[in-house]
């Protein structure tokens, strides 16, 4: 039997103990006889960080931003008595702290459905997945033991070298202080990874924090989500009469859904076959009485149908960014997931407006 071929290698990111030994058994009988296997290999155990003084770590981080694309097996986060156990040189962080940090993302928990393991609580039919910003926050911050009575302040220093203060605490005796921080432009990263995400998967997305209680913290993450919410695109879609636009696979139906628009399909999402002649001369019909001006197909997918239908009726053929394949060009400008679904929604608004 032929082994599926790999184009994007795949950073494989080995862990501590009783994992390292897991994920070589599954490489060996799931995967590498079936699958020409092309890996870019981090040792991301606890001596080979403290080894390399935890540089490994960042490297395995930049090389995901690289390829797209990585297998992380758990790892140890050391506390004082790891130290001493592994002797190392410090307190090492947060394997995933830093790899979340590098990458700038959203970590998505989701649960693993398995037929005939039924959950435990019963009237839970569909999963639950829980969205997590992985920038900043308490994987970010700085900390500090207070020694004794005292007082402890936020200070923002502009740079024009004026300040302006907070009171933290004052301090009657000995204790702990921890400041925190987030980026908007990270929080707008999160928002847009939550609402395709969701409407990926078609599940439901709930938001929530504490701006009750955090009214600048935690409320901007909740003002940044409503902004996006209700600004990205859709006065610009609103505005269109045109809200067609054809696809060679049903592959796009998270952008149909958000911006009320028609996804038409050549084929179906899972099909791999040739388009046969009828549903052409179908789609051909359609495309005239819809006054569709752009066919479009998946990138790093054939484009023959798509061709074929755009001859036909005197049309235009484009590219659109399937979101789990990189290409060489996204991989060497370190293309966004964010930026490619604006580089598909603003593909098919021009079509719109043509």
């Not at 149909?256 to 050549?266: E, R, V, Y």
Request: charged fraction near 30%.
């Amino acid at each position: 039997m032929e082994k599926i071929k790999m184009t994007t290698p795949l950073v494989e990111m080995d862990g501590d103990e009783m994992t390292r030994i897991l994920w070589k058994m599954i490489k060996d009988e799931l995967l590498t006889p079936f699958i020409d296997l092309k890996t870019d290999y981090y040792d991301l155990g606890l001596e080979y960080r403290n080894e390399t003084d935890d540089q490994v770590t960042i490297d395995s981080a930049n090389a995901t931003k690289k390829y797209g694309v990585a297998v992380k097996c758990a790892t140890i986060t050391p506390n004082a008595a790891r130290v001493k156990e592994y002797n190392l040189k410090e307190m090492w962080k947060s394997p995933n702290g830093t790899i979340r940090a590098i990458l700038d993302g959203t970590v998505f928990r989701a649960p693993i459905v398995v037929k005939g393991i039924e959950p435990c609580v019963k009237n839970w039919k569909k999963p639950i997945t829980i969205a997590r910003h992985a920038y900043g926050d308490v994987y970010k911050a700085s900390e500090m033991k207070i020694p004794g009575p005292g007082k402890c302040e936020l200070v923002y220093t502009a740079e024009d070298g004026t300040e302006t203060r907070e009171l933290i605490h004052n301090f009657t005796g000995a204790g702990v202080v921890q400041g925190q921080h987030n980026l908007c432009n990270s929080i707008e990263s999160f928002a847009k990874s939550c609402f395709n995400y969701a409407l990926d998967t078609k599940q439901d997305l709930w938001f929530a924090t504490k701006d009750t209680i955090s009214k600048k913290y935690d409320h901007t993450f909740k003002d940044i989500f409503q902004e996006i919410f209700d600004a990205e695109y859709k006065e610009k879609f609103d505005g269109c009469e045109n809200k067609n636009f054809l696809v060679n696979h049903k592959a796009f139906s998270y952008l149909a859904k958000d911006f009320s628009l028609n996804q038409i399909a050549l084929t179906s999402l899972t099909s791999t076959e040739e388009t046969d002649a009828k549903t052409l001369k179908e789609a051909s019909l359609k495309a005239k009485e819809l006054n569709i001006k752009t066919i479009f197909y998946e990138m790093g997918s054939s484009d023959k149908n798509a061709k074929t239908l755009a001859d036909e009726i005197g049309a235009d053929t484009k590219p659109l960014n399937t979101l789990e394949l990189a290409t060489d060009e996204n991989i060497k400008n370190d293309t966004t997931y964010q930026e490619l679904v604006r580089e598909n929604l603003e593909a098919i608004y021009q079509s719109l407006v043509k």
